[in-house]
């Protein structure tokens, strides 16, 4: 299978403090990849990593076998135009609709676009999320899980290889977090997104897992097959997922 | 020693306000002295009274406790002290890097020259900072023309109708008000030498090179240099600046040359407005205060004031507003990612506009004079 990421070696923090060190995973396309932790551990550090934000303080990060340069527009660019990220609270912009905020990296990435062709797209994805009746409105007039759905068609807009997801369900009632999850195992399904999700959801991870990265005193604990979590007999991933003794971790 | 040994019988219930007799009455004993604390009919403790007892845990060696309950120490168990988590924290830190809020060392006396040191490299670090965001804008703003490529359509518009059309009002205002206090000022002091008639000369001179373009600079310093602040600030605490860059658009460009390209056509119209109604104020107080009639001010003041005056306040004006929009904007992209981050970065943003207007003003009078 094909691999989109792989990470060696990796360590990630900021100013020059180390928050997750040595870290090896890879992620494969078409796979919903879950990155777990507790709160603190770095679960959004590392994301912010991935996606080019945040240079890391050892190792490297390649994708599509590509070694990523921290340091250089260009790299980042065209990771840019590869990657689309579903942020926590969506950062939508307040001053734009909804029609906007999905169009803007068309217009920004391809300003030469006719109006018409943007227009399909638009309306496309804001279907695929529900949302096509709702264009004209700004995000202030939308709830959180609506803003959320209009994020994943902003960031899905051009198609990209792989989508990460910052706690997508954070904030979330319990169906409107299933409907998200549904809607991204659904895009999976249908075009082959590949996902890497932040989260600590038991919900959301049991629905949409294929693989887990675990993570646990700044390290790796686990990565592997989500379904392989369970055969470990863990205490701290029984911990986790409720289903042993409450250690204190 | 033992007759030294200080005994203290806590009460059956040993709640807050039992917890201030006690910390009584073990004021002014030292560190090392023998402390007893007997527990014996204490069946009640809430969370005052453990860390009363965690305190002596922590700062009294010598402490001992004697006849605990089972069930008061079950209670103990949930209430780690604070020198057994500082103790936890040390032997984490050991193994794995903590972050160090570097603020928490500035504001410590221990560390005088450490701070002192910490603060120097912060200003350079400011300083390096805000000249690179100006070369930043310099270069996006000049790469604009060639590639209109980064800036959302109709956004330039956008922000001229907020800096030129919603800021008139308060602009003509606040120069027509000027003008008038400088002209009553003046009035006043050139009758005392029959000079009545100067009054033009230094109203016109005055607005048009100096009130003016420093009554401007000011007035968008609090007005727009704040607004750009509080909008770009909040759009880095909600991620909206990170979603920008993972869109491949670059936050400095998409935010700010806008607003810089408006504010360099925004500001010949508020000047033009702001000369003409400040001059107004001169006016209206030299025909009512000294019977100078309008006419005759403007045959006197055209004497002085050239068309060369008004184009060096057109310009110093336009080098205020640029000071402005990058002031704000360097304030707005350094904040820190709090809600509280915003109110300060929108001070911030105005004390450092308005410094460095002044600052210029200066510089501008040292060169022009």
Redesign the interface.
Known sequence: MTEIIRVEKLDV???G???LKQLDFSVAKGDITVILGKSGCGKTTIL?TL???LPPLGGEVAFFGEKIDYHSEKTL?EL??R???L???G????S?TLYENVA??I???H?GLPPQIEREMVYSRLAQVGLAESAAKYPAELSGGMRKRT?LA?AMILDPDIIFCDEPSAGLDPITAAGLDVLMRNLRDLFGITFVVVTHELRSIEKISDRALVLH??RIHFFGAYKDLFNLNDPFIDTFFMKGENHDY | MQENKKIIALPEKFSIEEVATAMNEIKGLGKDHPIEIDLKNTRFIDSSGIAFINYLKGNYPNAVFENVKPEIEKIFSVFPSHASLEKRRKEKRSGFTERIKLTHVAHSMEHGLENLDVKLSHFRGNFKNFFVLLADEIYYTCQYFFQRRGIYPGEIWHQLFFMAYKSYPIVSMISFLVGVTVALTAAEQLRNFGADIYLADLVGFGMVRELVPLMTGIILAGKIGASITAEIASMNVLEETDALKTMGVVPEKFLMVPRLLAMTLAIPLLVAIADTVGILGGVLVAKFFSEIPAATFFDEMFKVVGLGDFLIGQMKTLVFGWIVVVSSGYKGFSVERSPAGVGIATTECVVLSISLIIVSDCIFALILY
């Open positions: 923090g900021y100013d403090e180390v928050v912010k996606i080019g934000l660019g840019y135009k990657i689309g990220v942020y926590q609270g950062a939508l912009l307040n734009l803007l990296p217009k920004m990435q300003p994020a902003r005193n700044g």
